[in-house]
């Protein structure tokens, strides 16, 4: 989501009124928020992003300080605690100061139209879902190359998304008063089509079928890397050991295979919390069962590209029941995914 | 000032007179009406709006709607009043209690354009062109919103909310039944002492009027409409907004006396697992909120829509019953309703909004005699956060 900087606007802020005008058209008016800020921040210090949290036990009081790396780098609030004197942090000074800076930019970012207003609300020019995620750009010159998008997965996990309704396919940890992000790791960081992937598709309701293809295209591009250090192995074996070669071909035509690899990736390239394995493993067991598809008790890797298969070369034959079984596989696909995102490792 | 002709508005009992004067005439008295009331709205200053189209056909004297004004209160000078230059005398004499009805940002644009047409040196010509004034006289301050809301329908109409704060502020610093409205200023209202903040107060006859607690911030026509017709099933006879405030006085002292004096003590909040700071330490200072007051009036109007109750007169008998069916200075309900206020806080993606229909249901359990948690206030606490939860989460 996007709104253009309005150049021709002057904004001062004193006594706890905004003073608008546009320059371009004359319109001026005063807006008298309800909370009083603290206006010791220069806002074009500051970087603003709109996200969207419809999750449930989301309220007007999720607002949260938020660090980047373990450095505190700014906010994450909802757009409603700018308009009410009613949450936690109406009198915190440390939260005033970058509520100021927000809803400048936000005053910024707005289209005058001929209108009263003497009943001006922020909100009458913005979703009432969003959530604004603020923060320090000298702050972040302590992180090295930092970029905010190196984040989006990670804010997914935590319920963030910056389009759709955030994250409200997964099971979300409780946050404390801090949100902590983190970047992926080193070895996947430079793929930048994961982010894109949680930047403007995965976030969004799309049918069972599309939503599976999307997730699935997260072990897709993960069974790369796992497919290059397989073959860097066996390069080095066989400079170690030149003997075996039958063998050493036989091995080489595995790693060609995705599904070895799916298998690999799960359980040898990531750490997948138990419980949420088992889950997904289960719903995999479900869906292939009600397909007549073979599956083994406990590889959940083994299970998932079967599930693969079953959804790319027999989408026609699912049934009512296999299709909602797809809705909930995928709640859970995702959530394994994250983990395997986070955990990734070369071996 | 030629007087056209004169009707007498049935509907809110007040005599109309239809005059033909000039910009001249008008504006010898226009600026002062204007600045009669400080709550009245800014004007919308754009240079490029229809009022700078307005102000440049202004100034070759074009024809304009009619203003519409209206002299408040009665006043026994105005029976006699017949003349056109009669009543032009008397405008100019009691300005401050005239008001402007319809055509407040015409009378700015005229204004704006007589500085124009002094630059231009076209004085003469431009005092000469006519214009029609519609004048109400007699008419209480009902009617006037009442007229205000009707005739408003422009392309900017003020919200009601603003209309009703505009008219009734000359209650601020006023003292009804031992209770002074005062100004939005901090650190001024103490409820303790028997102040309420105005716009609170405001907040709560709109929310009557409107029969929604939620605050009425954005001006649509829809709600003009919505009000307009609740307000034509209203005694147009006696000053509603005072009723209001009487009934709602009534409910607040009762409910204070069912109260401890004083501040909570912070070992009765954890005793309830409150966290954080509670909605109020006081029954007097959580009854003197916006919320407490938008939450009175939905619940009295909804109420009154459903036959359920016959409007605030009832109100003494529901205080004589809390009085008798809760013991006095105890807590426990205070309790109850804090703690569901935490609940709210901690999970409402609107708080305050949350808090005002929290405090709806309270007093529509309370009020309700066919509700077993008819002025039980611990019962109605607790209930009525049931209806709340069953509203906003369906649970």
Known sequence: MKYNINESLDIKYSEGVFKVEERKTGIEFLYQPKLEFVNSFSPDQFEIRFLFNSN??????????????????????????????????????????YAYVVLYQLIQRMEFREMEYADFRILDYYPEDLHILVYDRENVKKIEDFDLLNYT??????????????NIFTTLEKIDRHIRIKRLPTSIRDISYINVLFEELIPLEESGYSKFHLIYQIVEIL?????????????????AAPNDLFEKRAKLNEITTEKYRVIRLFNNYSRIELQKQEIFNEFCKSLLENNNQKYEERDVGNNLYAVRCLVVHNLYSLDTKSRELLNDLNRSFLDVVLDVLFTFHEI | MRKMSEIYDNRIRSKNFYFETTFGEYLQYAKDLIQNNDLQRKRV?????????????????????????????????????????????????????????????????????????????????????????????????????YRMLTLNTGQTPMSPRHQLEMLYSDMLNQEIEGVTLVPEVKGTAHADKKEFIFKNTIDGFNSYMNRSELPMERQELLENIKMMEKMSSEDISGDIFKKFLEGYIKVFDVLCKKSKPGQLEKERLQEYEIQGNPFAKKVSNAFSTSQAMTGFGAAVGIMKDKELIDGFGMLERVVDDIEKNNSDENDDWFLIFLKNMDRIRNEAKKIGNAQRMYFQYFYRELFNRESDSYADLCQAADKSYKMYDSQVNGS
């Open chain 2, 45 to 145: 200053k754009t240079s490029q709006t229809v009022y700078s189209l307005l102000k440049t056909d202004l100034l070759h004297g074009c024809v304009i709607p009619p203003l519409v004004l209206a002299i408040l209160g009665e006043d026994d000078e105005l029976k006699n009043i017949e003349r056109g230059e009669e009543l032009q005398t008397y405008i100019k004499e009691n300005r401050e209690k005239v008001l402007i009805l319809d055509g407040l940002q015409r009378t700015h644009t005229l204004i704006a354009a007589e500085a124009e047409a002094l630059e231009q040196k076209r004085m003469k010509e431009f005092y000469a062109y006519k214009l029609r004034l519609e004048v109400y006289i007699h008419i209480n301050k009902f009617g006037v919103l």
């Open chain 1, 153 to 166: 997965v990670s804010l997914f996990a935590k319920g963030y998304s910056y389009c759709g309704s955030g």
């Open chain 1, 56 to 97: 449930v036990g989301v309220s007007e009081n999720s607002i949260y300080q938020l660090y980047a790396d373990q450095i505190r780098i700014g906010w994450i609030f909802p757009i409603q605690s700018l308009e009410s004197k009613e949450h936690d942090y109406a009198h915190n000074r440390f939260y005033l100061q």
């Open chain 1, 223 to 239: 069974i790369e890397p796992v497919f290059k250090c397989e073959i860097k192995k066996i390069v080095q074996d066989m400079a």
